[in-house]
């Protein structure tokens, strides 16, 4: 069986690409579909589409309306949802795409440190896994490909 899965969340490590050469390595049948990673390139594509904008407000409104059309897309088309939580920022937009997915009835698999299963208790409920690093998201997908 083939599997799309969509990695959502902390963008300030390597954790997709351990996920994506753990699918790779293991000859996994998942197609991997991610957020734009990169910072200017999500915050300014408003303007970039759209035009310029004088009022950040409206700048980060234009910038996350588009984001979300492409997210929700992604994540709508995907089998599982995994989102990492790290340790530096705080990824409201995590908090929201798995709340998404959960509400669309998409299983997730949440990541993030020990630390974090306080202020996260909720969204691990939500979950059918909560892992702490991409080699159990790996060991995970094994499991359900076999």
């Known amino acids: 069986m083939s599997y ?18 753990g699918i ?14 990169d910072h200017d390139s999500s915050d300014n594509i ?14 980060d409104h234009k910038s996350a309306k588009i984001n979300a059309l492409r997210t929700n897309s992604y994540i709508s088309r995907s089998d599982i949802v ?6 530096q920022y705080k990824q ?7 709340g998404i997915a ?13 630390e974090l299963t306080h202020p996260l208790k909720e969204v691990d409920a939500a979950a059918l896994a909560v892992t702490e690093n991409p080699q159990q998201v790996v060991e995970i997908l094994k499991y359900i490909c076999q």
């Open 46 to 59: 408003g303007s970039s589409i759209l035009g310029e904008e004088p009022n950040n407000f409206w700048k």
């Open 4 to 21: 799309t899965i969509y990695l959502s969340g902390e963008i300030h490590s390597d954790w997709r690409e351990k996920i994506k050469q």
């Open 82 to 87: 995994v989102v990492r939580f790290g340790e």
């Open 102 to 114: 959960t509400g669309l009835g998409i299983p997730t698999i949440i990541m993030h440190s020990p």
């Open 92 to 98: 409201w937009n995590a908090a929201f795409d798995a």
């Open 24 to 37: 790779s390595e293991n000859k996994l049948d998942i197609k991997v579909l991610t957020p734009i990673t």
